[in-house]
């Protein structure tokens, strides 16, 4: 029996000692103000990397880019001295599999995580309250992460190529930056929290994103904010003012758009083309349909305009073949044809053009509002 003990103890031991570091594993400085450690470098075997709270008695405030990079480090327990993870930090580290940040932690730099390929779990303390640009950008086996309820922003393509399947935004986040969660292939449901007032450009862009709840305070949706997601129906509250180019092109299974009443809601160009939308109805206040707003929406059938609509734009509804129903209403002054373009064949400019399902009444209607163009 002792003989077993002793044996185990000795297993123990080498386990820890495989596993623990020591100061002589780092190599550091004095930072700047002398009052900390700076690690620059790391000379451990251990595949298990706990960053030690003190080295000589100061306390380790800061960690050198990339010092880990090819060492075939797996995990990584950073102290809450260190408020502020480095740029690129720990990026490029193909077998890191999972990091451990204590409470202290501040701000995650630009690309800290980057390119982490088989990073599955992230710790992220309550502290936190900066993740900064690409930070954990091309984690494709990153499934979940808690966000820390300090959290204001979301930063630009912050987990962009992630894995992330589920995600609680907490109340703190006031904005979604730029391709935030661009070409998330697995996150197909997301919560946005009532703090939350935009949503940055190609946020959600050729993403799996099939259901979204856009609260009561978002006042803009950036350009191609949702292109390219499976987005079945959406509803626009009436907060949004904006909605930006080709905020919901080539979403080909979005067959729904509800707007809530918002006199001032401006549509930009492109805003739901080649998109799979069967019937639109556009809210009073609207007075300008822009170019190219439902260009190519094939399986539009349905459209309803407000009485407030003065101008629809070139495109609008170019090769909507299957456009059927048009209301038109009195306040139709203009409806736009590219002059500039006429004698050009590759240019279609036509706002109803390949629109050849509309009824001949309907198309006299549309040429008393000054119509020029095809239907064909």
Not at 174 to 191: E, P, R, V, Y
Not at 202 to 216: M, R
Not at 328 to 343: C, G, K, L, M
């Amino acid at each position: 029996m002792k003989k077993v003990i002793t044996v185990a103890l000795l297993w123990a031991a080498l386990a820890a000692a495989a596993f623990a570091q020591s100061e002589k594993d780092f190599v550091y400085k004095l930072d700047s103000a002398g009052t900390g450690v700076v690690i620059t470098g790391y000379n451990g075997k251990a595949k298990a990397v706990r960053f030690p709270a003190q080295i000589e008695g100061m306390p380790v405030k800061e960690i050198d880019a990339k010092i880990l990079k090819d060492k075939g480090v797996t995990s990584i327990t950073i102290p809450g001295g260190v408020a502020n993870i480095a740029r690129n930090a720990f990026s490029e580290m193909p077998q890191l599999t999972s990091v451990t940040m204590l409470d202290g932690v501040k701000s995650i730099g630009y690309g800290a995580f980057q390119s982490c390929e088989n990073l599955k779990s992230v710790a992220i303390p309550d502290s936190v309250g900066s993740i900064n640009e690409f930070a954990f950008d091309r984690c494709p086996k990153l499934a979940s992460v808690t966000l820390p309820k300090s959290l204001t922003e979301i930063s630009w393509g912050s987990f962009r190529w992630t894995g992330l399947t589920t995600l609680a935004i907490p109340a703190s986040v006031t904005s979604i930056g730029a391709d935030a969660f661009a070409s998330t292939k697995a996150l197909k449901k997301i919560a946005i929290p009532a703090s939350v007032t935009s949503i940055g450009y190609g946020a959600f862009a050729d993403s799996a994103l099939e259901e979204i709840t856009l609260p009561a305070s978002v006042t803009s949706i950036g350009d191609g904010a949702f292109r390219g997601t499976a987005l079945k129906k959406i509803t626009i509250p009436a907060s949004v003012a904006l909605i930006r180019y080709e905020a919901f092109k080539e979403c080909y299974s979005l067959a729904s758009v509800t707007f809530l009443t918002a006199a001032d809601i401006a549509i930009d160009k492109g805003a739901f083309r080649s998109s799979g939308l069967v019937n639109v109805a556009i809210p009073e206040g609207v007075t300008t349909l822009p170019e190219s707003a439902f260009e190519g929406c094939s399986s539009l059938t349905s459209v309803s305009l407000p009485s407030t609509i003065k101008t629809i734009s070139e495109r609008a509804f170019l090769n909507c073949s299957n456009l059927t129903s048009f209301t038109i209403p009195d306040s139709v002054e203009t409806i736009e044809f590219p002059n500039q373009y006429a004698r050009s064949p590759l240019y279609d400019g036509d706002a109803f053009k390949g629109c050849s399902k509309l009824s001949l009444a309907i198309q006299a209607a549309l040429k008393r509002r000054g119509y020029t163009g095809s239907f064909q």
